[in-house]
């Protein structure tokens, strides 16, 4: 479950004064299968299922392929033909996360702290999933509940020390 093609959100351009366009909505790229990695790693899976449903053993269970039909993409198919079939075909079970990814000072690819403040403004925090600097391959509502106890915490009792000490 650990992709590693990566998507990105972004902020439309400002409007014709100069000030932010409140009413526009953001650009959602997911940027599925712009890793190789994970290209080869779904067409392999596809094959892989495909050889098994066409196999004597499943022949005695399955009557036919429903999708991909045995003509478009079948278990022999060149890569091509499976990349595209895919390509065309690709969802994801995973919750949007790491948008907003939290990181280090320092960190070019961080948009907010260890506290959840974004950087370069003030008063403006995240809690939620898209801190995560990556999905995790478990439920991420346990960690989103997790990290925003952590970040409660803290702006409970006024800084990451204080919220430390009141834990243990």
Known sequence: MLGFSAGALTL???GSDGRP???AMPAIELGWLTHDADRVRLRDATRLALQLAESPAMS???EGPINPAEDVVNGRSPDDAIDAWVAKH???SQHASSTC???ADGDPAAVCDEEGRV????GLLVVDASLMPDCPRANTQAT?????ERIAR??????????LEVGS
């Not at 950087?119 to 003030?122: E, I, V």
């Not at 989103?144 to 925003?148: I, N």
């Open 60 to 62: 005695r269970v399955l």
């Open 21 to 23: 366009d409140l009413d």
């Open 12 to 14: 439309p351009p400002p």
């Open 119 to 122: 950087l370069g403004t003030k």
């Open 144 to 148: 989103t509940y997790m990290m925003a």
């Open 90 to 92: 690709v969802v994801s």
């Open 101 to 103: 990814r939290m990181g």
């Open 154 to 163: 803290i702006m409970n009792t006024g800084s990451l020390a204080a919220a």
